[in-house]
């Protein structure tokens, strides 16, 4: 089946530091990935569409400058949190798209969870 | 009106029950259906995927697709402890371009398997 990582699991920060989170489809490629956040007993929110090779698409309140995208390869995407803040402390999931199956779908990854001190 | 609606519940069933979870969408367009479990601090895992109107059968899962109603269904046969967890429904929503497209979340039903 798909398989998507995440690293790292969990992450602990002073306010003020940068946070660098990837994801990776390990067997198969993923031309599009998705970045979601989501804070205790709240629905999942679609932050950002990520796609390989062209700049993020950023849902509408999101910050760019602040939650840097990168999509290098059709394998990896990565979200920089700048400057984080306590605010910013959430679980942060992403998803890779495998348009290799019948049904276009969606695997999300382990998720992240960030506690900014 | 929301995209994806779904009842928040909990929906508290017993051991070896039916659990019956609905949910309805908007896009009249969308073609493509999604179930996601989703237990207490992890993330989303893929349950069922359906396209077609009618029933697609998995195991203790069934999901029921009626476009025609914009409706989406989940049952899970002979519910378990196990099985409880938020159940997430998600339509593919088509922004049109080349293959531009993102998955719209219900807000999920909690489900409670009384053992």
């Known amino acids: 089946g798909a398989v998507v990582s995440q690293h790292p699991s969990w992450v602990i920060c002073k306010s003020g530091t940068s946070v660098k989170i990837e994801c990776r489809s390990l067997?198969?490629?993923?031309?599009?990935m998705f970045w979601y956040r989501q804070f205790p007993k709240q629905s999942l929110m679609l932050m950002a569409t990520?796609?390989?090779?062209?700049?993020?698409?950023?849902e509408q309140g999101v910050e760019k400058d602040k939650f840097l995208i990168n999509h290098a390869s059709l394998t990896l995407s990565t979200l920089t949190v700048t400057s984080a803040h306590p605010e910013d402390s959430s679980f942060y999931i992403c998803?890779?798209?495998?348009?290799?199956?019948?049904?276009?779908?969606?695997?999300f990854g382990p998720g992240t969870r960030l506690t900014v001190l | 009106q929301k995209e994806v609606e779904q009842n928040s519940g909990p929906l508290s069933v017993p051991e070896g029950a039916i659990a019956s979870l609905n949910c309805t969408y908007s896009?009249?367009?969308?073609?493509?259906f999604f179930w996601y479990r989703q237990y207490s601090g992890k993330s989303p895992e893929l349950i069922m995927s359906?396209?077609?109107?009618g029933d697609k059968e998995d195991g203790r899962f069934t999901a029921q697709l009626n476009k025609a109603s914009q409706y989406v269904s989940l049952l899970i046969r002979d519910s378990q402890p196990s099985d409880s967890a938020t159940y997430l429904c998600?339509?593919?929503?088509?922004?049109?371009?080349?293959?531009?497209?993102?998955?719209?979340f219900g807000s999920g039903t909690r489900l409670l398997v009384r053992p």
């Open positions: 998803s890779a798209r495998d348009i290799g199956r019948t049904v276009d779908t969606q695997y």
């Open positions: 067997d198969f490629q993923a031309t599009t």
């Open positions: 990520s796609n390989e090779g062209s700049k993020a698409t950023y």
């Open positions: 896009d009249r367009g969308s073609q493509s």
């Open positions: 359906i396209y077609s109107n």
């Open positions: 998600a339509v593919n929503l088509y922004l049109g371009g080349d293959s531009s497209y993102k998955l719209i």
